[in-house]
């Protein structure tokens, strides 16, 4: 059932506005995240394929596009690259990343208390410093608009919560519930520590609502940028609690098939 009002794709509306407010509710059996796939710790080996299919699955996301659009050259994807590649490096060495099909899809996450591995301090400042001018304003950008959500959404409980910072599938593996797989590791780990889990995104916001997450801010990015002459980029903070022992049950024992209800909130 669609907004009378405002439609799903108009993105010139932000999706907490309170006419477009109107949310998908899944109930119990939608929560059933099992899938035939196998999910394994990602490997070094593996990271330039994890790397590669991040790179592709989010070639036509509008956030990444406001991105790019700072650098029509591309003189800096080589260096944002490597960067992607320090990143799941760093993931790796602390564990906290997981594959399914040697990197095809993947995804990384941090824990409270987590410092950072060898590389970051070493290699990230030099990339930061190799960004075109506007690109790093667009980056500086992003970060203050997350950094005023994180206030106002979670304040000092953010400490305590897990954040997911990569999940990405290879446009060709698309469609298997790797993703829904790969989410479901995390949020048992979640799960049994009784710890929340936030992220980001611009595009993806109907997955993340289909495996119970809500989301809870939004910013909307260069509507002051003289620079940018593209549609309007939002992004999206979503947030899932974590579940009772009651309710993973639930999610184990019911069916695949979706029972869906609209509801206006």
Known sequence: MSDPIFSQH???????????????????????????AKVKRLRYVEIPRAVNAGNEAMANDSFQRYLDDADPRGRYEPSRTFGNGVHFWDSVYHG???????????????????SNGPLVPLFLPLIGKLQPAEYQKRVKETADALRTIYKSAFGDRIKDMIEIATLATAPEKQGRGYGTAL????????????????????D??????????????????????????????????????????????????????????????
């Open 183 to 202: 989410v479901q590791i995390v949020h048992e780990m979640a799960d049994a520590q009784g710890r929340a889990i936030f992220l980001f995104t611009s």
């Open 10 to 36: 108009d993105e010139f509306t932000p999706l907490l506005h309170p006419e477009k407010r109107r949310m998908t509710y899944y109930s119990c059996n939608r929560d059933k995240l099992n899938v035939p």
């Open 204 to 265: 993806a916001y109907g997955f993340y609502d289909a495996v119970g997450y809500k989301m809870v801010g939004e910013a909307l990015l260069g509507a002051d940028n003289p620079k940018w002459h593209g549609g309007p980029v939002y992004i999206r903070v979503m947030l899932r609690e974590p579940m009772s022992l009651s309710r993973q049950q639930c999610a184990k024992d019911a069916s695949l098939a979706p029972s869906v209800h609209s509801l206006a909130v």
């Open 96 to 114: 906290r990343a997981f594959t399914i099909d040697n990197g095809d899809a993947a995804i990384t996450f941090t824990v409270p208390g987590q």
